[in-house]
């Protein structure tokens, strides 16, 4: 694996019989996984490029025992990777060789729904869809939707504070959960929020969302669920111009409407999806809008009318609203299947998560393209526009030597891009290993200093997730965002490459 992870510790490596015997007597039965053809299953996520198996893998079922098992990492000094269902774009699942890879994936029941209080209770290995289909009889459904929500767990959407195309209107994974069970790396498990909007102390739900795995264990989620909506409209809007969507994308909003979803695709993109599930996609355009509306139908009527408006105004060349739900569907057929079609354009792709302000949309895909060219690969783009959030699809064929090095550096190119107009390395994807040598593109040193603080007061020996989001410090160092005084180098406790 040409990525740099920390070194395997061997004195672990050397004690890994014990520590076997020791994790098969806190999880007994089928929990304990160690043979190395059962262990290839965990190699990777859906970063794909990287994999090492894991050391050993544990699937415990109870709290008790997940604390238990990291009682005993703490106490070992034995590092340790949470996973869910490995979905992960950006290797925040990655095993290490010397770790102990505690799969959640039992955890897997509905505890309670309340419908008076509009709340679920879930286990963390429950899926994302599973969520919806649980309430969806009574009329209600879980809001942030991944495009990954028929696989993805919700702790995993937890730790990498997950979106979709309705997070605009809804928010993210952040908005919509109220209460956390987490265990720390010594085994404490805490109860953090509570099942209302607003908890007493500080919001620690909203630091442990999006902390990748790197502060605490989750084992427990209280989520919102929400009536579904009377009416869903959606119009499909397509720009001979890239300018053209992206300044109807900006005066939507600008007009004060906040779709329930508000998609873009550009040419590569329309043109896969098209042939791939003939969502009856315009081809004469250079981008195209899924525009998605929902509340009550009088609402939805009168917004149909005023973003068709609105599109007119900006050089839409075809606007059409879904006359049923079935032509609906299809609308979000095509923009939901983007990415397995694009993946007929090439032997692999590289999918990338940057998140830009809206108004610099033109300039970043113009700009993009000059970088596809200067490094010789195709890219597509697909992106939830109303938040700005972009997922260009770099294509490339591991097979050519290089070509995934390539691809890497175009990447890590259009995230440095999203920095400088204003934007930020990840939109939903996390940091994981992917992005964590671009923090110092993003963060001053202070910033990443706080952020090692908080890593240390949750994880103090730094055995959660390690290598990943934090980038390797000797990178710190060359790009002069670690500062060491009187020769003491800071946060000792953290590895170094
Ligand atoms: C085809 C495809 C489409 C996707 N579309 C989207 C999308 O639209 N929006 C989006 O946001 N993401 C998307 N993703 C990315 C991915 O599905 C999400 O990041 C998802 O939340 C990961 O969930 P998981 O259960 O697979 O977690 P994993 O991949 O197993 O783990 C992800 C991270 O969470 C940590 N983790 C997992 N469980 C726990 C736990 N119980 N406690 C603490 N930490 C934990 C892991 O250590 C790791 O850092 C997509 C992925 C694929 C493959």
Known sequence: MSLVMPAPDSRVLDRRAAIVAALCAIV?????????????????????????????VVLPETVEQVSAVLAYCHAHGIRVVPRGAGTSLSGGALPLVDAVLLGMAKFNRILSVDYADRVAVV??????????????????????????????????NVA??????????????????????????????????????????????????????LLGVVTEVTVRILPRPETARALLIGFATVEGAGQCVADVIGAGIVPAGMEMMDRPAIHAAEAFVHAGYPLDVEALLIVELD??????????????????????????????????????????????????????????????????????????????????LGVANV?????????????????????????????????????????VLTGEHGVGVEKRELMPVMFAAADLDQQLRVK??????????????????????EQGRVHIHGGALPHPDLPRF
């Open 383 to 423: 992106f939830h526009a109303g938040d700005g959030n972009l997922h260009p699809l770099i294509l490339y064929d591991a097979n050519r030597p290089g070509e995934l090095a390539r691809a890497e550096a175009f990447g890590a190119d259009i995230l440095r891009l999203c920095v400088e107009v204003g934007g």
């Open 28 to 56: 007994p039965g089928e929990g304990v996984i160690d043979e190395p053809r059962r262990l290839k299953v965990y190699e990777s996520d859906g970063l794909t490029a990287y994999r090492q198996p894991p050391m050993v």
């Open 456 to 477: 240390a007061a949750f994880d103090p020996p730094s055995l959660l997730n390690p290598g990943k989001m934090f980038p390797l410090l000797h990178r710190c160092a």
């Open 160 to 213: 990498e504070n997950s979106g979709g195309v309705h997070c605009l209107k809804y928010g993210l994974t952040t908005n919509n959960v109220l209460a956390l069970q987490v265990v720390l790396i010594d085994g404490t498990v805490l109860r953090l929020g509570g099942g209302h909007l607003d908890a007493a102390g500080l919001d620690l739900v909203g630091l442990m969302v999006g902390s990748e795995g």
């Open 295 to 376: 509340g009550p139908a009088a609402e939805c009527d009168h917004l149909v009318g005023e973003i068709a408006a609105i599109a007119t105004r900006n050089g839409a060349t075809t606007c059409r609203a879904a006359a049923d739900e079935a032509e609906r569907m299809r609308f979000w057929a095509g923009r939901k299947a983007a990415f397995p079609a694009v993946g007929r354009l090439a032997p692999d792709y590289y999918c990338m998560d940057g998140t830009i302000p809206r108004r610099r949309l033109p300039e970043v895909l113009a700009r993009m393209r000059v970088l596809s060219e200067d490094y010789g």
């Open 123 to 156: 286990q963390p290995g429950v899926t994302n869809l599973a969520v919806t289909e649980a309430v969806s009889p009574r009329g209600f459904y879980y809001a942030p939707d991944p495009s990954s929500q028929i696989a993805c767990t919700i702790g995993g």
